[in-house]
């Protein structure tokens, strides 16, 4: 009896063991998992808000409206700048070197020109006043005022000057500088400087690039599916082709990019970094793992659903398109949603057909020059300046959510419309 009951112990040890095991795995995950994702967001978040600075600008007509005809062409090309390094200037008449005065206008980011332009176009009215406006100050001010790095770091590594420490200090103690909302990160394009970089071009770019990709890749791999599994013969060329389905869904993706930089753009001259390549490569990535997924939806309805409907009269054709495909619908939802998303998070098959290009202009449609977001966190991970590096955690961040919400998406579609043999 005393050792059955030593062999229950001792199996009843080994089970604990195994679940303890397990837990302290999945732990460590959730733990990992956790700290990298807390990581980006905590850098992430520092790019949905940008450091201001409020100078009071006298909007000279001599220098913008100098024909005093208030023609909206003569405004929109007139120089704002200089106005902006006027009310620098006069906020500091101490900066009378060439040095200074090109330091002192360094505070001040290239954009702020144009929220000027945009303040005047709106209210010509303003012309001959003295405005105050809050302005966006530059990369180094920015990081400067948020604490992202110190003044040590900043003034030794020869971002900024103790000359442009020091007016900071002096803007900040009349209360002219503060923090805003960065709308500007969700509404513009990218730009060669971190304060003025944007997403809403990579993420257009991203969603015409998944519609193409969808419009294609969903109706012939549906219907790929369904003549395998339901009409195709069982011969040595169907094995064949559901061998090569098989092998295409573990090729790298580089490699389809690589075909799409020889066929689309090589022999069919397509558009290059439009979303309607990037489509096509995209769309021949995923359409194996959809053509797999859709023949494992349709495999799973009952024989019985086949055997009932062509039993009352319909055709086989009837039979899968009125009883079988509908039944398969959800898991072949999810499948493609699942294959979206993927196909959403890839980078190196868009890097092949030239989506790597530097891209200002937000795309209006799918042969328009465009990037994606993932290009997009490659292009920002790998800039120099210190401003990037919140920009790509944000865009990070940003492209997980669109991954998540189509992985919900399918997770919903599966849940509303499964059903349970």
Not at 31 to 52: F, K, P, S
Not at 67 to 85: F, I, N
Not at 315 to 320: D, K, T
């Amino acid at each position: 009896m005393s050792a059955a009951a030593n062999r229950l112990r001792r199996r009843h040890g080994a089970e604990w063991r195994f679940r303890a095991c397990g837990a302290i795995a999945i732990a460590i995950a959730i733990a990992i998992l956790a700290a990298l994702l807390g990581g980006i967001l905590w850098q992430g978040v520092g790019a949905l808000w940008r450091t201001e600075i409020l100078l009071d600008i006298d909007i000279d007509a001599g220098t913008i409206d100098p024909a005093g005809t208030r023609d909206p062409a003569a405004l929109a090309g007139a120089d704002y700048g200089v106005l902006v390094k006027n009310a620098l200037r006069a906020r500091f008449p101490e900066a009378t070197e060439r040095k200074q005065k090109r330091d002192l206008a360094a505070l001040a980011s290239n954009e702020a020109a144009y929220a000027l332009r945009d303040r005047v176009m709106t209210e010509p009215g303003l012309i001959g006043t003295r405005l105050k406006l809050w302005v966006p100050a530059s990369s180094d001010v920015d990081m400067l005022w948020k604490g992202v790095l110190d003044r040590d770091t900043l003034v030794d590594g020869g971002r900024l000057d103790a000359d442009q420490v020091a007016w900071i200090d002096a803007l900040a103690a009349d209360g002219s500088v503060a923090t805003s909302f960065n709308a500007a990160f969700f509404t513009g394009g990218d730009s060669r400087e971190p304060e003025q970089a944007g997403i809403a071009g990579a993420l257009v770019g991203t969603i015409l690039t998944m519609a193409v990709t969808l419009v294609l890749s969903f109706p012939l791999g549906v219907a790929a599916a369904v003549y395998l599994e339901e009409f195709a013969p069982k011969n040595r060329w169907t094995d064949l082709i559901e061998v090569n389905i098989n092998n295409l869904a573990a090729v790298p993706s580089i490699v389809f990019g690589l075909l799409g930089l020889a066929v689309f753009l090589g022999f069919f001259g397509l558009p290059r970094s439009a979303p309607l390549v990037g489509g096509l490569v995209l769309s021949l990535m995923t359409l194996p793992t959809l053509i797999i997924a859709a023949r494992a939806a349709l495999a799973a309805v009952p024989p019985s659903i086949r055997d009932g409907a062509l039993a009352v009269g319909a055709s086989p054709l009837q039979s899968v398109f009125h009883h079988v495909l509908p039944l398969a619908m959800p898991g072949i939802l999810t499948g493609s949603i699942i294959g979206m998303a993927r196909a959403a998070g890839e980078t190196a098959p868009l890097l092949m057909i030239g989506m790597v290009a530097f891209i200002v202009d937000i795309p209006g449609g799918i042969t328009d020059p465009s990037s994606v977001l993932p290009v997009q966190v490659y292009l920002w991970a790998d800039a120099p300046e210190r401003g990037f590096a919140e920009k790509t955690a944000a865009a990070i961040l940003v492209l997980l959510v669109f991954l998540a919400v189509m992985n919900l998406a399918a997770v919903v579609l599966r849940r509303r419309f499964e059903r349970r043999w």
